[in-house]
Every structure is written in C-alpha cells, then in structure tokens.
C-alpha cells in the first residue's frame, strides 16, 4: 500500500521505511518496513510510511513489525526503547532487544531473557544501595571518631 506525502511541495510516495535498532551490543538497519506497532504508557498505536514526527518511549514488551502488507509479522521483544521517527526513518534504541518472526518462541524467550536481565539489574542496584549504605555508615563513624572526612 503506498502513501502520499507532502515534500517540499511535491507530492512523493513512499512504500516503506527504515527501521534502525540499536541496543548495547548491536545495531540493525532494516529496509521497507510498511507497519509498526508498539506501546507506550498511552497505550498502543501504530506508524506506517510518511508519518508526522513522533517520540515516544516504549514500555516492557512485544512491537511488531511487517516489510510489506502481506508478509507475516516480525517481534521484536524489548525491556523499554527510546521511539523517534522523523523522515521515514524509525529509531529504537534499548538496552537490549529480541528480534524473531515466531511469536510463541519470541514471547518465551522474552519471559526467560529479559525479565533474568531485569532481575539482575535489580540485583545489581540493590548491591549499589547496600555499598551506598555502608560508605555512609563509615563516614558517620569515622565523624563520630573526630576524624574529618572533607573539607
């Protein structure tokens, strides 16, 4: 299906667009992408081609995708992403993310890899919070002893 779209006062079609993933490990650049669906604290919503400029941040969950009207859906599992698009260029930028066209496979893994990674990071700041604590602890011993710990 192609779109018409306003640019610099012509009328242009345009029957797909980019699709740019980045997460800590990897980029990927996809080429004629014609639907996306993803979802936002708003709720869900959808971008096809020539739509107006838009930045969103998607919650924990599945995003769709398809590269044209008729091919099957792409998953794409992330634990939150960044959204911008702007000249038919959509960006999502995570910490992480799982790309297959097999939504049960793609829904397990998500359920097993990314909530393991949420876990850990909640592991990790939790070790941070009891470090924190035990420095504070430590400088009000040492203020206690007479000792200055900054000037």
């Not at 604290?41 to 995003?63: C, D, E, K, N, Q």
């Not at 070790?127 to 206690?144: H, I, N, P, T, V």
């Amino acid at each position: 299906m192609l779109h018409a779209r306003e640019h610099e006062g012509e009328n242009s079609f345009v029957s797909g667009f980019r699709l740019q993933l980045f997460d800590s490990r990897r980029s990927e650049l996809i080429e004629g992408v014609n639907t996306f669906v993803g979802e936002d604290a708003s709720g869900s919503f959808g971008i096809l081609p020539g739509h107006a400029r838009f930045m969103t941040v998607l919650v924990f969950g599945l995003a769709r995708f398809r590269l044209g009207s008729n091919a099957p859906w792409e998953y794409l599992a992330l634990p939150g992403a960044v959204l911008y698009f702007a000249d038919n260029i959509l960006t999502l930028a995570s910490r992480h993310y799982l790309r297959d066209s097999d939504y049960e496979r793609i829904s397990q893994r998500l359920g097993e890899e990314l909530l393991a990674e949420e876990e850990e990071l909640h592991d990790i700041r939790e070790s941070l919070r009891r470090m924190e604590e035990a420095m504070f602890k430590r400088m009000w011993e040492l203020g206690q002893q007479g000792i200055k710990v900054h000037e």
